[in-house]
């Protein structure tokens, strides 16, 4: 039996303590809030899209960084054990559209209450209110980052965990798993107090940036837009000539840019981009082509020759819109249908195909779902979450550079790597 210490109560946390305790070892996780989980009570707008329901390959297409690094793990814990891990722990769950996997109560606390109960069953000791300031290895007389040259890797020993120090005492142990989470939502304990401890023991962290988040439009052209959903529009990400995004759905105008679904997913592959040479478009209407698009306006406008131009754009866009895409189409709203040339006709056509976004930049980690950046996978045994530099030292979800889109595929891969380093922990 070994010791394992577990830094952080999240849904990689609770796992890996879970799946450490399944094995026979003796397990206590940290936490440095009050309560576990304060992260997963507002997942899914306190409903928590817990998991995925989808085959284990259809899943990894959806993970943003780490897929490769991901396969063993997802394929051992596919979100299919997750389901079964809690069912038969008591919660009944639901399927909704697109996979996603909700508690049937709709309540995120019967997430964290199920995952709690399990451990507490399991043996583990769950200390919370006790934050870990420090993880501690046997001495390591020359940093393993000052190691210059390779072969001397071969003749000095990796350090190896022997405890950690919390802000109430010392523990020592023969393991620890660091879940720490990202640094998104910092007021749910992600502070990224992991990047601090990896770094300290030699790991490389990739640059943090935010992900599953909105963007600060520039200037003021659309802050008239504010509080309008669009649905069925195409948004598309151009860097440099080459579409870094395009996708077909819903968005939203906020009051600092654009938000909702189609944007959510396009930060996260544009975050280690420069955001402000990217070029934004929108399609307000992907199902029509221009030629189309004009005679569909042509026929509003024998319907209202007779009114002026911005009353004649009703049944083609929301009233909000309107002004918006006259002015980018350079007509006056003022002016009568009857005299729109065709020329202006052209330009309106190409307002409403190709609407311009010029963004200022991510939002910021405050509002983020996610943290992409993290622990260098390369420095990770994909199988047990162990480092390769120091020697009984795991890592668990977020901390580690991998991310996904939305769909409870984030929390599938905390649920997953926590149980990769649990479960690996040999006699
Ligand atoms: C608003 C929002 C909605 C989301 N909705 C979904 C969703 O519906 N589906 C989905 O799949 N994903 C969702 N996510 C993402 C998902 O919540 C995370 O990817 C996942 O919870 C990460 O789990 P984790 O255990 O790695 O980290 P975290 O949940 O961040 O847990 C880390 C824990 O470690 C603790 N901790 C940190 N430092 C220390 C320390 N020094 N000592 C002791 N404890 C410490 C923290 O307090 C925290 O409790 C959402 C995220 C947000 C912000």
């Known amino acids: 039996m070994k010791k394992v210490c577990v830094v952080g109560g999240g849904a990689a946390g609770l796992m890996a303590a879970y799946a450490a305790a399944k094995k026979g070892h003796r397990v206590t996780l940290f936490e440095k809030n009050e309560k576990l989980g304060k992260k997963i009570y507002i997942t899914g707008k306190g409903r928590c899209n817990f998991t995925n329901d989808a085959p284990a ?16 793990a997802i394929y051992t814990f596919p979100p299919q054990k997750t389901i079964e891990f809690f069912e038969n722990n008591g919660l009944s769950v639901k399927t909704e559209r697109g996979n996603r996997v909700f508690p049937a109560s709709d ?5 964290t209450k199920t995952i709690e109960k399990a451990c507490k069953n399991a043996g583990v000791e769950l200390r919370l209110n006790e934050k870990v300031v420090n993880l501690i290895t046997t001495p390591n007389i020359i940093p393993m980052s000052d190691i210059i040259d390779s072969s001397m890797k071969d003749i000095i ?3 190896r965990i022997v405890g950690l120090k919390t802000e ?7 393991y620890i ?5 990202g640094l998104s939502y910092p007021t749910t304990g992600s502070t990224g107090d992991g990047y601090a401890f990896a770094k300290e023991l030699g790991h490389n962290i990739i640059p943090l940036k935010c992900g599953l988040c909105g963007l600060n439009l520039t200037g003021n052209t659309y802050k ?12 598309t990400v151009n860097n440099g000539g080459k579409v870094v995004y395009s996708g077909f759905g819903e968005m939203l105008f906020t009051h600092f840019g654009i938000s909702g679904p189609l944007v959510l997913t396009a930060s996260s592959l544009i975050n280690r981009l420069a955001i402000k040479n990217l070029t934004i478009s929108l399609d307000l209407k992907p199902a029509l082509d221009e030629q189309t698009l004009d005679k569909r306006i042509l026929r509003d ?3 209202y ?6 009353n004649a754009l009703v049944e083609l866009l929301p009233q909000k819109l309107i002004s918006v895409v006259l002015s980018i189409a350079g007509i006056s709203g003022e002016k009568s249908v009857n005299i729109v040339t065709k020329e202006e006709r052209v330009n309106l056509v190409k307002a409403l195909k190709n609407m311009p976004l010029k963004a200022e930049s991510l939002r910021g980690f405050e509002e983020a779902i996610i943290t992409s950046g993290g622990i260098e996978l390369s420095e990770v045994n994909p199988k047990t979450m162990e480092s390769k530099k120091v020697s009984g030292l795991k890592f668990a979800g977020e901390v580690l550079d991998v991310d996904a889109f939305t769909g409870g595929f984030n929390m599938q891969i905390a649920f997953a790597t926590g149980f990769a380093a649990g479960n690996s922990i040999k006699e």
């Open 177 to 181: 798993i660091v879940a720490t989470g």
């Open 224 to 235: 008239s837009l504010q509080g309008l959903s669009l649905k069925n529009v195409c948004l």
């Open 107 to 111: 309540h995120a606390s019967d997430v």
């Open 301 to 303: 406008f024998e319907k």
């Open 168 to 174: 109430k005492g010392e523990y020592a142990c023969d």
């Open 305 to 310: 020759k007779n009114k002026k131009l911005f």
């Open 157 to 159: 020993p990796m350090p």
């Open 57 to 72: 390959e259809e899943f990894l297409q959806n993970v943003v960084r780490g897929e490769k690094f991901l396969k063993g």
